[in-house]
Nanobody, 114 residues
Framework: QVQLVESGGGLVQPGGSLRLSCAAS????????MGWYRQAPGKERELVAR???????NYADSVKGRFTISRDNAKNTVYLQMNSLKPEETAVYYC????????WGQGTQVTVSS
């Protein structure tokens, strides 16, 4: 099986920054797409950003120019640098990796509040 361990969430003031990390371990030969989703209370889970094995990236329109996704293939780790955070971006952030199927992390809470 595959395990995902997320870290980096927490409480940050509006306009602040956080960096999320997600490390995959287990039976992994190669990882295709890695990504981050988020789910705010009472809302559906939504895509934040994803990155292919070749480094191509996609972002939700709402985070373009503020968030940056990256990956370290040697470490099977994906990162999400989040800048200029807004209160409405308070949510549980989940990482996901596509290997032979999609695997999900347990989620990490990000709270943007003064």
């Amino acid at each position: 099986q595959v395990q995902l361990v997320e870290s980096g969430g927490g409480l940050v003031q509006p306009g602040g920054s956080l960096r999320l990390s997600c490390a995959a371990s287990g039976f992994i030969r190669s990882i295709n797409v890695m990504g981050w989703y988020r789910q705010a209370p009472g809302k559906e889970r939504e895509l934040v950003a994803r990155i292919s094995s070749g480094g191509s990236t996609n972002y939700a329109d709402s985070v373009k120019g503020r968030f940056t996704i990256s990956r370290d293939n040697a470490k099977n780790t994906v990162y999400l640098q989040m800048n200029s955070l807004k209160p409405e971006e308070t949510a549980v952030y989940y990482c996901t990796v596509d290997i032979w199927k999609s695997f999900w992390g347990q989620g990490t809470q990000v709270t943007v509040s003064s």
